[in-house]
């Protein structure tokens, strides 16, 4: 009953968390021998005798608090800390909480990758892009955990699907994994130092989560650095005996006897090391101390502030896809009608098990009583997708009289639901026809979206307003008051891409998979990755998201023109334009100019939050590390900075870069094991290679003139020879090399490198 409970909790905690999904965040947070004076503009950071910036404290105060041994991780840690500052604020709620409930870990949060928009519990992931999801899970874990509660991440790892969730393989190369699907876990874990992880129900390449060594032992532990507990999720241990040494120390929910009667046989007969079985029992033990010499009897929490703090986290992660014509925000004394049953029953929580009943519940049309008079008419059923003449009719008339229609749309809980993946991306067929037709009665309409994952948009371009606001908690209904009538500016920014159609989405042809196989054969290329290298139109793209003002990008800096391995600072200035108090999210990119191997043109590598007056200016940064230009090489297991030139990109969104700064990576290339059968374009490629085979090149280009081929240029003949295998050789230079040359040249080439004979 305990850990239902427990995960009935979490459950309820993980609605707060759904708004930040689309949001990137930067504020300021107290630390030790540090004072905050909260503004909504932002936090001003302040020592007992003076005034410090971010920098001076990361770099000068923060060192000097902590061990040798320990600061380059905690630097890290603090840095995802002071840059989310509201998210872990939330998790600081959330674990005030669970001491008041006397829950000891919150199974949370979920920071599986949005692979399709399809998957069931997209509402609870954060993200498309693994460095944002990990950025926002660690401040999460952050906030919790320094209220002596713990976290337990999940899904670990490539659960992005519910269809056959219990029975199939993700199937990956590594390289996808660990820049995708890893990279998020990667980041919560060394970001945030969670109490436990939670193994996936699924396979992960034909092995069980809960009994992959690789997973569990070498990732998460030796390269990771976990030293938590591994906790499977509910019915997700296949084989208990093999779970043990593999890295599972706790099966959810206990199976009674049997699987116990199953470890005390399995040592008993030699099939166990009852060495493994310490360890699990150790590990249970550390994670029961640690919550027991926590526990804080008799805590509170104020649920009135909480409530409030729900509002202000849910306008802020709200996001303004659209307002032409400047619909929004509603000014003055214009008639509103709201049409639509969301505005008076908000899906503000995911379905499934995620259900609970809220201590106060607000919604849209509740909150603006003290705003304005509003019509109202529900115009459809939550319960079926079925066109009621009479409501729409109803809706209709409101509409016409109003000055202003705001449509709340969005998708019921029979549509988007744990236990079950969506068919399509479609909104229901009766919210559909009531956008059509209150259009023919009406030009001025804002359309408010609640759902948990993108949705198809077929009449984007004919209303002029669309405001996100996903599942946004208990109190999003005042949130999304506050955002239509100007109260605050709109600042949240999709970390998710919205495709025209289903068909255009990467895993479109893999997805679901084909029985229990699932085959993420669309690899690196997911979400805003798969867009700009297809250079597909999109609805709006990855970190979209409007305001009520205007921004302009100016003068963007780097601390260093050529990148050797240490710290890249990246600053650009930002003007706010316009006539509102507003705050914009600086987006940083990477991308590699003519990469040799294959990489996205560009990912997200570092976010800022600025708030800004009218005419005000501010400086967004970031700092970009050795990590920020590289890619998982398999060839060497580990990451790789491809050296060349890279642009370091400003901008607004994926598809709105507003400024580019050049640097080049400095590094030592890959050395190229050549054979026989190496291509001479990979040689060519060896620091000294070209000149290598420059007399054995000279000799086929010979051979080739005198098969009247001289009319042939220098260029057309290295384009023929670049995928030419090396023992081709012989065969066009008329025998002018011999084997013997070839194998000679072959084992200079390796040496060269300080490649050994094999």
């Not at 600042?491 to 989405?505: N, Y």
Request: glycine share 8%.
């Amino acid at each position: 009953m305990r850990y239902k409970m427990t995960y009935i909790l979490f459950l309820f905690f993980l609605l707060t968390t759904i708004p930040y999904i689309i949001t990137i965040y930067i504020n300021r947070e107290n630390k030790k021998n540090i004072s905050f004076e909260n503004y909504d503009s932002g936090y001003k950071i302040q020592d007992k005798d003076q005034d410090i910036d971010l920098e001076s404290y990361l770099l000068k105060i923060l060192p000097g608090q902590i061990s040798m041994d320990q600061e380059e991780e905690t630097i890290k840690c603090q840095a995802v800390i002071l840059r989310t500052d509201l998210i872990r604020k939330m998790g600081e709620a959330i674990g005030d909480s669970c001491q008041h409930e006397k829950l000891s870990v919150v199974l949370g949060p979920a920071v599986n990758i949005k692979r399709s928009p399809l998957c069931g519990r997209n509402f609870e992931y954060f993200s498309e892009d693994p460095y944002l999801a990990g950025e926002m899970s660690a401040a999460y874990i952050n906030g919790v955990q320094s209220r002596n509660v713990g976290t337990s991440i999940k899904h670990f790892a490539a659960n992005n699907q519910e269809h056959r969730r219990m029975s199939s393989s993700s199937n990956a190369d590594e390289r996808t994994l660990r820049e995708i699907y890893l990279a998020s876990f990667e980041g919560a874990v060394k970001g945030g130092h969670p109490w436990t992880v939670m193994c996936a129900y699924n396979k992960l390449n034909g092995v069980y989560c809960s009994e992959n060594s690789w997973l569990l032992t070498q990732v998460l532990r030796k390269e990771w650095g976990f030293d938590g507990l591994v906790m499977s999720d509910w019915g997700a241990v296949n084989d208990r005996v093999k779970g043990v040494p593999a890295g599972l120390e706790l099966e959810m929910p206990e199976s009674g006897p049997t699987h116990d009667r199953d470890l005390v046989a399995a040592v008993r007969e030699g099939r166990l090391k009852e060495s493994d079985l310490d360890t699990t029992c150790e590990r249970l033990l550390t994670l029961v101390k640690k919550y027991l010499d926590n526990r804080r009897e008799g805590e509170v929490f104020d649920r009135g502030m909480q409530h409030h703090q729900a509002r202000k986290i849910a306008r802020e992660a709200m996001v303004l896809l659209k307002n032409d014509g400047a619909v929004l925000p509603i000014r003055g004394n214009r008639k509103v009608a709201f049409i639509g049953r969301f505005a008076e029953k908000p899906r503000y929580q995911g379905g499934g098990s995620s259900h609970i009943t809220v201590s106060e519940e607000l919604s849209a049309l509740e909150a603006v009583r003290s705003v304005c008079p509003v019509t109202y008419a529900p115009a459809f059923s939550l319960e079926e997708d079925v066109v009621d003449e009479a409501l729409q009719a109803e809706a209709v008339e409101a509409a016409k009289a109003a000055d202003v229609a705001v449509l709340f749309l969005g998708l019921p809980e029979f549509i988007e639901s744990e236990g079950f993946d969506r068919k399509d991306m479609a909104l229901p067929r009766c919210q559909l026809e009531l956008v059509k037709r209150i259009l023919q009665v009406q030009k001025n309409v804002a359309v408010v979206l609640h759902n948990g994952a993108p949705v198809e948009l077929p009449f984007a371009d004919d209303v002029p307003a669309i405001l996100e606001a996903y599942l946004a908690g208990q109190a999003g209904g005042g949130a999304v008051v506050d955002l239509l009538f100007g109260a605050v500016s709109p600042c949240g920014k999709l970390a998710e891409t919205f495709p025209l159609r289903m068909e255009d989405t990467p895993a479109y042809l893999n997805f679901p998979g084909d029985g229990d196989n699932v085959n993420y054969a669309e690899g690196i290329y997911v979400g805003y990755r798969y867009y700009d290298k297809r250079k597909l139109p999109v609805r709006f793209p990855f970190g979209h998201g409007l305001t009520y003002t205007t921004f302009r990008y100016d003068n963007l800096r780097l601390s260093g023109d050529v990148f050797r391995g240490e710290p890249l600072k990246v600053e650009v200035d930002v003007t706010n334009t316009g006539a509102m108090a507003a705050k914009e999210i600086v987006q940083f990119y990477v991308r590699p100019d003519h990469p040799g191997k294959d990489r996205p043109v560009r990912e997200l590598k570092g976010f800022d939050k600025v708030f800004l007056q009218p005419g005000e200016t501010a400086t967004a940064s970031c700092t970009l590390d050795a990590r920020s230009f590289s890619y998982w090489e398999e060839r060497i297991g580990d990451w790789y900075a491809e050296p060349g030139l890279y642009q370091v990109e400003a901008a607004a969104s994926s598809r709105d870069i507003r400024l580019s700064a050049p640097v080049t990576v400095e590094n030592k290339p890959l050395p190229v094991r050549v054979t026989l059968d190496t291509p001479l374009g990979d040689i060519w490629k060896i620091p000294g290679g070209r000149e290598v085979l420059g007399k054995l090149i000279s000799g086929v280009n010979e051979a080739s003139n005198d098969d009247n081929l001289g009319a042939a240029s220098q260029a057309m003949m290295e384009a023929m020879l670049r995928d030419t295998p090396m023992h081709n050789l012989i065969g066009f230079s008329w025998d002018k090399l011999t084997l013997q040359q070839l194998k000679d040249t072959v084992r200079q080439l390796n040496q060269m490198q300080g490649l050994q004979d094999e």
